[in-house]
């Protein structure tokens, strides 16, 4: 049986060290490849994809509006697109339920098959800012992260993003926050290797899959926003801001524990700041460093959301 699996990030890494051994996958596609190999098989184009035999493409990316736009004008069969991350739309997208459970086995696709839901837009929203493409990823958590902007108008400071990957959330902050100035934390290249000790090959790998300069061109207003490469803490040297609103997105228990420790005295009263994967099954080391630091300063009034992740909502 000839498998793809579309995308090289973060979805793509999870099937891999959970349900599909690299070894079984043909060839990864993406819209627009990063490099030519990725945990040791080729990457290629849609269009590439096209000219080939494939009974199965396992879509990883949480894009599938544009994946399906692009597998059409390259005259892919949609039968054969099967789509993991189909989250929060007002359609089921997959058809293959059948080839997909004989690749993936009968546990995969019924965990699967419950997690598709329809969602209903809140009372609150007037228009919306951020793109279908930005809510499909995780609608849970980017409403919340909408509503937590309009509570901010009389609250000054900047935003800030420790754990930035590929820039998807530092664009929904960039949207919703266009006259605050946004610092972006990360080393551009991938975990710390010592941290990242035991996690799964795709795991680390995925989180290689990036680049500083693909982040600011995501962003609708990049001149507000300014780039801190290199491993946290060291990456603040020199900078003296106060925030109203920081995401703290590092997966793994010491960089989460570290961005507590510089980010909570640093924050505005009224502000928030939003510890992602904090309920994550496989990410335990993020609820680690919360109870860390809070053995150390005291109990954080935080509030958990039922996104996709787990998300912690921390009130200053």
Known sequence: MEIYVYGTGCGAGELIDTALP????????????????????????????????YDLILVTTRSAAAVEARCAAAGIDPECLFYLKNHAELRVRNRCWETAEAVLGPAYIAKLRGAQHLIRRPLWSEREILDESDLEGDYVRLKTLEALCRDLEDVPGAAAELGVYRGGF????????????????????????????????????????????????????????????????????????????????????????????????????????????????????????LRRYEAEHGRLHAVPLCDISGSLVISL
């Open 170 to 289: 530092a664009r929904c902050l960039n949207a919703l926050l266009p006259d605050r100035m946004l610092y972006l934390f990360d080393t551009f290249s991938g975990f710390d290797e010592d941290e990242a000790t035991g996690c799964g090959e795709g795991f680390v790998n995925a989180h290689r899959q990036t680049a500083a300069e693909s982040v600011l061109a995501r962003l609708p207003h990049p001149e507000r926003a300014v780039l801190r490469p290199g491993l946290f803490p060291g990456s603040t040297a020199g900078l003296e801001a106060r925030f109203a609103l920081v995401s703290l997105d590092v997966d793994l228990e010491e960089s989460s524990y570290q961005g507590l420790c510089w980010f909570l005295p640093r924050m505005e009263p009224g502000g928030y700041i939003l510890l992602h994967d904090y309920n994550a099954p496989a990410l335990p080391g993020v609820r680690k460093a």
């Open 22 to 53: 690299a070894g079984k996958v043909a060839a990864f596609v993406e819209s627009e490849p990063r490099s030519g190999s990725f945990l040791g098989r080729p990457v290629i184009t849609p269009e590439e994809l096209a000219g080939r035999s």
